[in-house]
């Protein structure tokens, strides 16, 4: 990172100040949090064969999106440029995002292995094939809470799975994908600071479902992490958030986007052994794909920290 440039936003600076580690974490974030790809970063990527995006809409409503090519398909023809060769689907909120200059949020996650590391930046070409990102930030992330599940390629569907949409009320089909869910993914946003996606994992059912009045309301712990407080910290810039779920059996992805807020203590938070606070998200709209990725995992080996940690 530029010495001219801090690492850390207001909003990540006052979630650290509340957690009393922004001192340790501003000695640490210009170390560890980069303006270029190391090689072992770059090599990971190149490996992939899934890689998520955060993006932001038109209205300002993050995105979580999942594009899949056989390894090879992310390249890094430096260490300050990511080739992604593979677009989102047409009714991927992804898609309509997708210009030069647009901000954009990089997961490279190797469920497996545990192995998660992060790039953000800004689109600088686009073509027929896929886009090319300048990186910004490039970091890594610890294995913690992450399901190894082992990937198999089933090839390209013969036609693309018809989408449908979600409304902040959850269908059927939907509400019980995140009820079962032990992984979710979530992109932020903060204002002049661009989009992040990243991480979450839990016991089965980590996800609160709940009907609001005005709609879905989901709610979700936070554990002990690096004490970055990249996503929450956009949270508290920006009180939005999108939620990607994926149907490891059958490659189906839910995308969803809403209001977010951070609930840093109460009763509720101490009844949820092991979280640290909690996430809750006023869903407004979603797409639902079946079948969307040419992917299937194997079953989970679950992650050893989450023996410590309760349920609703």
């Not at 030069?100 to 949020?105: D, I, K």
């Not at 192995?115 to 094939?129: E, K, L, P, Y």
């Not at 606070?277 to 006023?282: A, N, P, T, Y």
């Amino acid at each position: 990172m530029s010495t001219h440039t801090p690492t850390f936003h207001a909003g990540e600076v006052a979630m650290q100040r509340a957690a009393g580690v922004h001192e340790r974490l501003n000695e640490l974030g210009p170390r560890v949090i980069r303006d270029h790809m190391p090689d072992q970063h770059r090599e990971f990527f190149e490996q992939l064969p899934m890689l998520l995006v955060g993006s932001v809409d038109t209205r300002q409503r993050p995105w979580a999106s999942m594009l899949a090519g056989l390894p090879g398909f992310i390249g890094t023809p430096d260490a300050q440029h990511v080739r992604v060769d593979a677009l989102p689907a047409d009714d991927d909120p992804l898609r309509a995002q997708l210009h030069v200059g647009a901000e954009l949020g990089l997961l490279g996650i190797e469920l497996q292995t545990r192995r998660r590391n992060r790039v953000n930046g800004s689109v600088v070409a686009i073509d027929a094939h896929g886009f090319e990102l300048r990186v910004d930030q490039s970091f890594g992330n610890c294995p913690q809470y992450i399901q190894a599940r082992a990937p198999q390629w089933v090839g390209e569907p013969a036609a693309q799975a018809a989408s449908r949409r979600e409304g902040a009320r959850l269908s059927a089909t939907a509400a019980r994908l995140v009820a079962q869910a032990d992984t979710l993914f979530i992109a932020s946003a903060a204002p002049g600071h661009g989009a992040d996606v990243s991480h979450r994992g839990g016991k089965p059912g980590f996800v609160r479902v709940d009907d609001g009045v005005d709609g879905t309301v989901l709610t979700f712990p936070d554990f002990r992490g690096n004490f970055f407080f990249n996503t929450l910290g956009n949270i508290a810039a920006h009180p939005r958030a999108g939620l990607l779920f994926v149907d490891h059996e059958t490659g189906g992805v839910l995308q969803l986007t809403g209001r977010a807020a951070v609930i840093g203590s109460g009763p509720e938070v101490d009844r949820f052994v092991g979280a640290q606070r909690l996430v809750r998200i006023e869903v407004e709209a979603g797409v639902w794909t079946p079948y969307a990725l040419p992917l299937r995992w194997s079953a989970p080996q679950v992650a050893s920290q989450l023996a410590a940690t309760g349920h609703w």
